[in-house]
């Protein structure tokens, strides 16, 4: 029996966060809804034209190396890339090929190949009739390139590692990567091989190695990342149990349809005829103190992984606990702000249970600004409450959707609602009798074995009490006087 093993490897752009574009002054807006307004005779290629190297996004790709563990270059220089395309205002783009900003690293576990500068091409319209209208406000934006090793072998892989690299761009503060904008694009190169083997050369055994590879392009969500590496997966596998060679070429994505579909013969660096941008200078990056490793590395902020760690080794937090929080920037801070003022682990759980869920789930529900209307002092009291069983986790909820609508103190708003929880003995004792004997039927359902009959009994106390009496206390004195 055959079997088939996917490859894929990933070419990631992100657009760089600068005040201006890659080799010029012109604004770097990429909010700009009015076609050609930031555009300048440099961005537009008009002939005579001189560029000049964006200093700052220099920085943030080798800062985003020395994140990645990679290999920061010494020298660098850019590169014309030659081809022609309407929204390539000069016939050629400013890239990087021999020498790249940064060589090697690790992301989620994925190899690095390079990560590069190079400038951004415009925007083509094509839904405004019968013609092609060009907006040059992107055209010459500072553009990363990663390129991954060929070491994926799942859509899953190839989303997550694509949502890694969106995070830390986003906690480095060098790019915001709002993929529906279209400041990260993402191309999956994908080749399929099958095990079987049969009367090859070794050569000819070299070259399938990992198959004849197809690049996917400009794919501009996770959600569409992981389906066009499953569909192209099924389609080559299907080409091969044919007994068919899969072509190597550039495919589109059909979002509407779930399907790729060939756009041209996949083109070859030779195609783009390289050669040294005679009009920028060398970069010899050793000589540029602040771009030195240490000087950057003092720089970073907290890694995502480094956070993860955090969180599970000082709070103990689950898995899928620490990425809410990782992956969350505001909420983590209000997390951690009120883990302070709480100061012991077991609350702090709660705290983040009631974050993650209630709070968020508000958040979601609501149009409100930004920023919550209580702080984590109050929010602090608020778990202490409910960790003392002072109030019940129903009347936790009520009091959050207060303070979330109103603000307020949660102790105050318990006591105005009746939501502190009688936990006086003698009348939860007197609550227990009345429950008992209004519901003769559920007691013997009880003592006959039925034990889903005790919940029915405590939610009856709850109902009586409005939600102010202890369960738990509840349900130990009606289990008390039940074996009587």
Same mark, same amino acid.
């Given at each position: 029996?055959?079997?088939?093993?996917?490859?894929?490897?990933?070419?990631?752009?992100?657009?760089?966060?600068?005040?201006?574009?890659?080799?010029?002054?012109?604004?770097?807006?990429?909010?700009?809804?009015?076609?050609?307004?930031?555009?300048?005779?440099?961005?537009?290629?008009?002939?005579?034209?001189?560029?000049?190297?964006?200093?700052?996004?220099?920085?943030?790709?080798?800062?985003?190396?020395?994140?990645?563990?990679?290999?920061?270059?010494?020298?660098?220089?850019?590169?014309?890339?030659?081809?022609?395309?309407?929204?390539?205002?000069?016939?050629?783009?400013?890239?990087?090929?021999?020498?790249?900003?940064?060589?090697?690293?690790?992301?989620?576990?994925?190899?690095?190949?390079?990560?590069?500068?190079?400038?951004?091409?415009?925007?083509?319209?094509?839904?405004?009739?019968?013609?092609?209208?060009?907006?040059?406000?992107?055209?010459?934006?500072?553009?990363?390139?990663?390129?991954?090793?060929?070491?994926?072998?799942?859509?899953?892989?190839?989303?997550?590692?694509?949502?890694?690299?969106?995070?830390?761009? @986003?906690?480095? /503060?060098?790019?915001?990567? *709002?993929? $529906?904008?279209? &400041?990260?694009? !993402?191309?999956?190169?994908?080749?399929?091989?099958?095990?079987?083997?049969?009367?090859?050369?070794?050569?000819?055994?070299?070259?399938?190695?990992?198959?004849?590879?197809?690049?996917?392009?400009?794919?501009?969500?996770?959600?569409?990342?992981?389906?066009?590496?499953?569909?192209?997966?099924?389609?080559?596998?299907?080409?091969?149990?044919?007994?068919?060679?899969?072509?190597?070429?550039?495919?589109?994505?059909?979002?509407?349809?779930?399907?790729?579909?060939?756009?041209?013969?996949?083109?070859?660096?030779?195609?783009?005829?390289?050669?040294?941008?005679?009009?920028?200078?060398?970069?010899?990056?050793?000589?540029?103190?602040?771009?030195?490793?240490?000087?950057?590395?003092?720089?970073?902020?907290?890694?995502?992984?480094?956070?993860?760690? @955090?969180?599970? /080794?000082?709070?103990?937090? *689950?898995? $899928?606990?620490? &990425?809410?929080? !990782?992956?969350?920037?505001?909420?983590?801070?209000?997390?951690?702000?009120?883990?302070?003022?709480?100061?012991?682990?077991?609350?702090?759980?709660?705290?983040?249970?009631?974050?993650?869920?209630?709070?968020?789930?508000?958040?979601?529900?609501?149009?409100?600004?930004?920023?919550?209307?209580?702080?984590?002092?109050?929010?602090?009291?608020?778990?202490?409450?409910?960790?003392?069983?002072?109030?019940?986790?129903?009347?936790?909820?009520?009091?959050?959707?207060?303070?979330?609508?109103?603000?307020?103190?949660?102790?105050?708003?318990?006591?105005?609602?009746?939501?502190?929880?009688?936990?006086?003995?003698?009348?939860?004792?007197?609550?227990?009798?009345?429950?008992?004997?209004?519901?003769?039927?559920?007691?013997?359902?009880?003592?006959?074995?039925?034990?889903?009959?005790?919940?029915?009994?405590?939610?009856?106390?709850?109902?009586?009490?409005?939600?102010?009496?202890?369960?738990?206390?509840?349900?130990?004195?009606?289990?008390?006087?039940?074996?009587?």
């Amino acid at each position: 029996m055959k079997t088939y093993y996917p490859t894929i490897g990933l070419e990631i752009h992100a657009e760089l966060k600068t005040k201006t574009k890659m080799f010029c002054d012109s604004k770097n807006d990429p909010d700009e809804t009015v076609p050609n307004v930031n555009v300048c005779p440099v961005c537009v290629g008009h002939p005579g034209t001189l560029p000049t190297i964006n200093k700052q996004a220099v920085k943030h790709v080798l800062k985003f190396g020395v994140a990645v563990g990679g290999k920061l270059a010494n020298f660098c220089e850019f590169d014309r890339k030659n081809y022609f395309y309407p929204d390539i205002p000069k016939g050629y783009q400013i890239s990087q090929y021999k020498y790249p900003l940064v060589s090697g690293g690790e992301l989620a576990g994925i190899k690095l190949t390079r990560v590069h500068l190079e400038e951004d091409t415009g925007t083509s319209i094509h839904d405004r009739g019968d013609h092609t209208l060009l907006d040059f406000n992107r055209a010459g934006l500072p553009l990363m390139e990663l390129v991954t090793e060929p070491v994926m072998h799942s859509a899953k892989e190839a989303g997550d590692f694509a949502r890694e690299l969106r995070l830390l761009l @986003r906690v480095l /503060d060098v790019a915001e990567a *709002n993929m $529906e904008k279209g &400041e990260m694009r !993402v191309e999956a190169n994908i080749s399929v091989k099958c095990d079987a083997r049969s009367e090859k050369t070794e050569n000819e055994e070299k070259e399938e190695e990992l198959g004849t590879k197809v690049e996917v392009k400009n794919l501009n969500s996770f959600r569409a990342v992981e389906r066009a590496v499953e569909y192209e997966i099924k389609r080559q596998t299907e080409v091969l149990e044919k007994g068919e060679k899969v072509t190597q070429e550039t495919r589109g994505w059909d979002e509407n349809k779930g399907v790729t579909f060939s756009q041209r013969s996949k083109e070859e660096a030779r195609d783009y005829r390289y050669f040294p941008e005679p009009d920028l200078p060398k970069l010899f990056i050793n000589e540029i103190p602040e771009f030195g490793e240490d000087n950057l590395r003092k720089e970073l902020p907290e890694l995502p992984w480094q956070k993860r760690q @955090r969180y599970k /080794d000082d709070f103990g937090l *689950n898995d $899928e606990q620490t &990425e809410f929080f !990782v992956t969350n920037e505001s909420f983590a801070e209000f997390f951690e702000n009120t883990a302070k003022e709480l100061n012991d682990v077991q609350k702090v759980k709660i705290a983040a249970n009631y974050i993650i869920s209630d709070i968020a789930g508000l958040v979601k529900a609501t149009s409100k600004p930004s920023g919550l209307p209580f702080s984590p002092l109050q929010f602090s009291l608020l778990v202490s409450m409910i960790f003392s069983a002072e109030i019940s986790s129903r009347g936790a909820k009520d009091i959050l959707a207060i303070m979330y609508k109103e603000g307020g103190d949660p102790r105050a708003i318990a006591k105005e609602k009746n939501l502190i929880q009688q936990s006086d003995e003698s009348s939860v004792s007197k609550m227990a009798e009345e429950i008992i004997s209004e519901n003769p039927k559920v007691v013997s359902e009880y003592k006959a074995g039925k034990e889903a009959s005790m919940q029915f009994l405590i939610g009856q106390g709850m109902k009586k009490s409005k939600g102010s009496i202890n369960p738990e206390m509840l349900k130990k004195i009606l289990v008390e006087i039940l074996k009587k």
